[in-house]
């Protein structure tokens, strides 16, 4: 089975820089995913790391540590428009070697003016 | 751009009603999902489908069935609905090759509301 793990409401203030932190136990890592979901919408896809380090896509970046069992999604320079949920998703192929994504419960994001 | 498309955004429906969950999409994809989303639980598999004719049990199958007769279409069947299946119910799609970084496309969600 899988846990994984993140905080459920952050508040940041726009232009800052906000870190959203993932934890995750799986018994087959084959990647993590990140989502942004607006109210009422469909979650969209934000960043994939497999290796260890940090992937850099414009303002936003994920980082990944598969030793520590942890990721976190970094978002520079905030925009109101980045109020949103922001979730954690893991492929896991350990347990049943099924290729569907687990998902965190998610965080959900308010950027203030 | 692909687009997996959800028959309808709201639903109401009375208890032990068939209902079901139609999406489309329309790139070709050979995976399809079903997934629920309520608060505090995030998203929940429910089944999924590798290819035509094929599917499997997600983590919340009871009372559920799903149905891929054709590629671009997967149902999603509550056979008796029950008040505790009303949910966010999201249905996504993956290419085999690009989905393994792309992962999902989704659709824009089935709100359903049994009473």
């Known amino acids: 089975g899988q846990n994984i793990d993140q905080p459920t409401e952050m508040t940041a203030t726009e232009g800052a820089i906000v870190q959203i932190n993932c934890t995750y136990q799986?018994?087959?890592?084959?990647?993590l995913f990140w989502y942004q979901q607006h109210a009422g919408e469909a979650p969209t896809f934000l960043s994939y790391?497999?290796?260890?380090g940090l992937e850099e896509k414009g303002r936003f970046s994920s980082f990944l540590s598969r030793s520590k069992g942890y990721s976190y999604l970094l978002l520079k320079e905030l925009q109101m428009k980045d109020s949103a949920s922001y979730l954690c998703?893991?492929?896991?192929?350990?347990?049943?070697?099924?290729?569907?994504?687990?998902f965190g419960s998610g965080t959900r994001l308010q950027v203030q003016p | 751009d692909v687009k997996v498309t959800q028959s309808s955004r709201y639903l109401v429906k009375r208890t032990g009603e068939k209902v079901f969950l139609e999406c489309v999409q329309d790139?070709?994809?050979?995976?399809m999902f079903w997934y629920r989303q309520d608060p505090g639980l995030g998203l929940r598999l429910i089944y999924f489908?590798?290819?035509?004719?094929?599917?499997e049990k997600g983590d919340i199958p009871e009372g559920y069935s799903v149905s891929r007769e054709k590629k671009e279409r997967f149902s999603l069947i509550l056979e008796s609905a029950s008040t505790n299946q009303t949910s966010m119910y999201l249905c996504?799609?993956?290419?085999?090759?690009?989905?393994?970084?792309?992962?999902?496309?989704f659709g824009s969600g089935t709100r359903l509301t049994v009473v």
């Open positions: 799986t018994s087959g890592f084959n990647g």
């Open positions: 790391n497999v290796l260890d």
């Open positions: 998703a893991v492929r896991d192929i350990g347990d049943t070697g099924r290729r569907a994504l687990t």
């Open positions: 790139m070709d994809h050979e995976n």
């Open positions: 996504a799609s993956r290419d085999r090759a690009t989905g393994f970084h792309y992962g999902y496309t």
């Open positions: 489908s590798y290819d035509v004719k094929m599917k």
